[in-house]
């Protein structure tokens, strides 16, 4: 009688850890293997992957503008994107 006594003293933590086995072992049994998810991305992966690669290739080897200014960097895609040709803006200075 004295071991059922201490057994249900402790009868929530045996409860709690048959479920996380339980749990546990289904998961592993139903879920899919490491290999099968890395198959699945994959393509992603690698695809990632090369377009870093060209990223980083093309920023070493290419050579910075004529003018690399940082304050003139955006200025004439600024003035199309705002409707003003550079013609149009140095007209309108002229005139004031």
Known sequence: MEIKEKLLNYKYH???TLVFSLILVSIILV???????LA??????LSTALFLGAV????????????SSSDKAGEGLLDY???QPEQEVESFKSDQ
């Open 40 to 45: 699945y991305f994959c393509p992603l992966l």
């Open 81 to 83: 994107v705002a409707g």
């Open 14 to 16: 045996i409860f709690f």
């Open 31 to 37: 879920a899919p293997s490491f290999l099968t998810i």
């Open 56 to 67: 980083i290739f093309f920023c070493k080897t290419s050579l910075p503008g004529p003018d």
